[in-house]
């Protein structure tokens, strides 16, 4: 299953529970008498249903899409009466097939562990309505971190050098007016057009924008106003966070034309911190994976390898000092799965701390924001400067974080599950850390399987019409999102509900099991990043090492394979996590590696730069 990511803006977590701010009305139809397996369970979701309503019969929109069939076939009757009935037989018989080997074995596991005869009063659906339009009276602002002061830094002599100084020290640069804004701007520039069409990572380059923004920094600081560790830094956002006058195409052909008119809340924020806009980077078609409609990214350090994703090109030009930093998303892997192949240092915050509007839709309690950096200090910046309330997302608030800077980590008690690389547990017991075996314990037989309901369902009714005007034909990864949405299309409503009511008892069990300040382990374990999704906890994926690559060009490569591994902590506890990783950063230095971005193999040369020219808006 392909790691994917993207956000909406209703919902809110508290106390451990996802706070909806209008849950889908589900509608329980009996289905009429059919053979079919797919209609067994005798429920099907309302949206399928609107049809029936307007005509008050049921009809069907499409009917040689059953040609050829006997009107008593059970499969065309029963699709018909789901309104579904523009799929090919072919089709229907693979979503019949799909639904006996997936949804029917899953529904029935969620059932029955939740199973009870009170009304639901035990093991609740962890989605609960919620009726406020605006939550801001009962939440204080969030204060800000203290960042450490640096001096002494003075500019490199190579622009190499300084496209892989971290944020803190290109600041002091700026800061110390060493470099201008402007200059910042123009050697990373030069670098995504030097090495996107290489790693096939950039979508769009912002160029006029960036200069507007660079030279509106250096005029600030010239006026003596200096708007703090992010100003003038350049930086590039996955391309399902929509930027006003500049294409968002979701990284699909469907929309690769497509340009939003809105300024999404994180680049607001960035804008107000004095943060340079560079480039709009890629993401997986329909936030999934690393294929899209441009091509497959690729990773920096082994150039054969590809990214993974969906936050591709956040990844892979972090990592490839293109940018900075860049912000990237998650719903399920998204951000863990890249950083990790990619050996880049990025957050997965808490659900609900930073603000979504203006970036794609895909699953309304699970889709996160969170940035790729050099380092956990940057991360930690970064952090700050984009958390905080969305008047607009509802399931976003003031989560009250203690400062990572400041946090006394000798007084943590810190777990290591049984994958988690000894040297890591070595060297934070070597800072001071309490390290203590452990094991996270639940009940549920299959965290995967609530998130594949939860995830599938949820981004069919985003893209619903996309899916019924047959444009998903021309996916560009037809074993991805085309083959889950028509699963999705015939699962039951009740067993959508009953998969949320597993899903908190997930909650409340990685709740009462999590006895420590915070643990460490494999980040890509699939059902880790499953669960870690479903109960919305933080992780920070950190650099921890490289090995050899197989099958290697020549015995002189410089590609490697990077080696990672996660801090987990309990949601709301983000600053435990991030000032974990800075101490093991402060006595390892695998995140100051630079990938072998001229190692691509014989014959095969990196374009000469561009010549510099500004594009206009589009």
């Known amino acids: 299953m392909c790691p994917r990511t993207g956000l909406l803006h209703s919902t809110r977590f508290s106390s451990y529970q996802f706070h909806v701010q209008a849950l889908l009305l589900f509608f329980v139809y009996g289905a009429a008498a059919s053979s079919s397996q797919l ?16 005509s008050g019969r049921l009809h069907s929109r499409n009917d040689s899409k059953c040609s050829g069939k006997s009107d008593d076939d059970s499969l065309c009757r029963g699709f018909r009466m789901l309104d579904a009935d523009f799929f090919s037989y072919d089709k229907m018989l693979e979503i019949e097939k799909a639904a006996k080997e997936f949804n029917i074995p899953t529904i029935r596991s969620n059932r029955k562990l939740v199973a009870s005869a009170n009304g639901g009063l035990e093991n609740p659906s962890s989605l609960v309505f919620s009726s406020a339009w605006n939550h801001d009276h009962a939440e204080e602002a969030s204060k800000r971190f203290n960042y450490p002061s640096l001096s002494g830094v003075e500019r490199p002599k190579s622009d190499e050098d300084i496209a892989f100084m971290s944020i803190l020290e290109l600041g002091q640069l700026i800061k110390s007016k060493q470099i201008t804004s402007k200059e910042l701007a123009r050697i990373f520039l030069d670098r995504l057009k030097r090495y996107g069409p290489v790693l096939e990572s950039v979508v769009t ?13 250096d005029e600030l600081l010239a006026q003596g106003t200096y708007l703090g560790p992010l100003h003038g830094i350049p930086y590039g956002l996955k391309d399902i966070i929509a930027v006003p006058h500049y294409k968002t195409t979701w990284g699909s052909k469907s929309f690769k034309d497509q340009v939003l008119d809105i300024e999404a809340w994180v680049y607001k924020r960035l804008k107000s911190a004095g943060a340079v806009l560079l480039a709009k980077l890629v993401t997986g078609s329909l936030a999934c994976d690393d294929i899209w409609f441009g091509g497959r990214t690729r990773n920096p350090w082994n150039i054969e390898e590809y990214s993974t994703g969906s936050s591709a090109g956040s990844a892979a030009c972090t990592s490839a000092g293109m940018v900075p930093f860049a912000i990237g998303s998650e719903t399920a892997g998204s951000i863990t799965y890249p950083a990790a192949r990619c050996g880049v240092t990025a957050l997965r915050p808490t659900f609900g701390t930073v603000g979504r509007t203006g970036a794609m839709s895909l699953s309304e309690s699970l889709d996160k924001l969170g940035p790729f950096c050099r380092n956990a200090e940057d991360c930690a910046i970064v952090l700050d400067a984009i958390r905080g309330k969305d008047p607009d997302d509802l399931s976003s608030r003031n989560i009250p974080l203690s400062d990572p800077f400041a946090v006394d980590i000798t007084k943590l008690n810190v777990g290591y599950l049984e994958d988690a690389e000894m040297d890591v547990v070595q060297k934070l017991q070597s800072k001071g850390v309490n390290m203590v075996p452990f094991k996270l314990n639940y009940t549920v037989d299959s965290a995967q399987g609530i998130l594949n309901v939860t995830l599938d369902v949820d981004v069919l009714a ?8 047959g444009q998903d034909d021309d996916y560009e990864a037809q074993d991805q999102w085309p083959l889950e949405l028509r699963r999705a299309r015939v699962m039951p409503a009740v067993d959508y509900v009953q998969a949320q009511r597993a899903r908190g008892k997930l909650i409340r069990d990685v709740r009462d099991s999590f006895k420590v300040d915070a643990f460490v382990g494999n980040v890509t374990d699939w059902e880790r990043v499953c669960i870690g999704n479903l109960v919305g906890m933080p992780v920070i994926v950190v650099p921890t090492g490289f090995k050899k690559i197989s099958d290697a060009p020549s015995d002189s490569t410089r590609r490697r394979t990077t080696i990672t591994t996660g801090i987990y902590a309990p949601p709301e506890h983000d600053h435990i996590a991030l000032a974990l990783a800075m101490a093991y950063q402060s006595v390892t230095d695998h995140h100051k590696q630079r990938p072998p971005i001229d190692d691509l193999g014989p014959g095969d040369s990196i374009p000469n730069p561009p010549t510099k020219t500004i594009p206009p808006r589009q």
């Open 39 to 54: 209609l067994s369970e005798n429920r099907i979701i309302a949206p399928d249903f609107v049809a029936l309503m307007d």
């Open 205 to 217: 380059i912002t160029e006029e924008l960036a200069y507007e923004q660079a030279k509106h920094a």
């Open 462 to 469: 985003h893209f619903d019409e996309w899916h019924r005007s």
